[in-house]
């Protein structure tokens, strides 16, 4: 009796250890599945969407395995599972954090209205706790940005990896430091006799500079443009500032009309730099402000790709009748 208790005990426990290392360690075919780990889940939580998703053979022989290495943390992401599997790696990589990449992706350029759109967007963030943009400003104190009236400008163009459940006020947070410390260090470095009086003036000229849409190898000597036009005192004529300033009425083509609405962002009607930036600008267009091209050019005008500069108003027309005639082109 004794005999055949035993047998039956070895033979339940054989029979356990094999469904054991089935379950961890033979490869399932699994379709393409998708299993998403918000921040902040209990062991309980993510063992249930695991279930849920039906990508583990045996979920208790899972639950035992994870108890027996020691009960690790099991990290947020998001998690593609397909082809052959082993119960094994899904643990390995619950443990290691191996997620799906989620990325928020700030272009230069991108405006602060884009930025809120894109984190309304951006799958799986929190986007739910983000301020309203105006006080977005006050949020960013937190980074170091203390005497600022708008975010604008305030967030470095970079790609922010996230997991899902991330608060999107984290992420601008990290976008705003990481462009308070750039701003810092290269305005440390600047070029001497910018008729620049602070930091954040260099960060306004530089989203100036990125909206005008030139290519990096012309961005300093468009940034020598404007800065020696503040130095004279001459407006910056700048039409993205205009296009900023319509904001929604901007119909993608300036008219006589729009060069005159009346906004302090109007750097047609008025002369220095606009009450805040108008874009997040790139590390390229703050480094070319700083550190601009050495020359005595005022005027701009760009043609098919290329660029053509003038030092005074009559070679500027000159230029214009020469390249633009039946053309479209940007000037300042």
């Known amino acids: 009796m004794i005999r055949a208790s035993l ?33 902040g889940s209990g062991a309980d939580a993510v063992f249930a969407q695991l279930e849920k ?38 643990l390995d990589d619950l443990i290691a954090g191996r997620s799906v990449p989620l990325n928020f992706t700030i272009v230069p350029g991108t405006r602060l209205q884009q930025v809120y759109d894109l984190a ?22 937190q980074a170091g940005w203390r005497r600022v009236r708008s975010a604008e400008g305030l967030l470095q163009p970079d790609s922010y990896r996230y997991v ?41 000229l530089a989203s100036i500079v990125q909206k005008e849409g030139a290519p990096a190898a ?3 000597r468009i940034a020598a443009v404007f800065l020696n036009r503040l130095r004279l005192g001459m407006p910056l004529q700048s039409d993205p500032t205009v296009i900023y ?19 302090p962002y109007n750097t047609y009607l008025h002369p220095g730099l606009p009450p805040t930036p108008i874009s997040m ?26 660029y053509h500069y003038s030092q005074d108003y009559a070679e ?10 039946g053309g479209k082109a940007a000037h300042g």
């Open 218 to 220: 012309q961005q300093e």
């Open 245 to 263: 300033a319509l904001g929604d009425q901007y119909r993608g083509k300036l008219s006589p009309a729009d060069m005159r609405v009346a906004s």
């Open 281 to 306: 600008p790139g590390l390229q267009a703050l480094a070319a402000v700083l550190h601009p091209a050495q020359t005595k050019d005022l005027y701009f005008i760009a043609k098919d790709g290329q």
């Open 53 to 90: 998703a039906e990508v583990l053979a045996q979920p208790w022989m899972f639950r035992l395995s994870w108890v027996l290495r020691g009960r690790p943390p099991l990290h947020a992401g998001l998690y593609r599972f397909q082809g052959r599997v082993r119960g094994l790696t899904i």
């Open 7 to 39: 047998k039956a005990f070895l033979l339940l426990f054989l029979l356990v250890v094999g469904d054991f290392l089935y379950a961890l360690y033979w490869p399932r075919t699994i379709g393409p599945t998708d299993v998403v780990i918000f921040r």
């Open 316 to 325: 500027h027309l000159r230029q214009i009748r020469h390249y633009l005639q």
């Open 164 to 204: 899902p459940g991330d608060p999107a006020t984290a992420v601008l947070l990290r976008a705003a430091r990481g462009m308070h410390r750039e701003l810092e260090r290269l305005w440390a470095g600047r070029a001497p006799d910018l008729p620049l009086q602070t930091p954040y003036q260099a960060l306004i």
């Open 120 to 141: 309304r967007q951006a799958p799986y963030l929190d986007a739910h706790s983000l301020p309203p943009r105006e006080a977005l400003a006050v949020l960013l104190r």
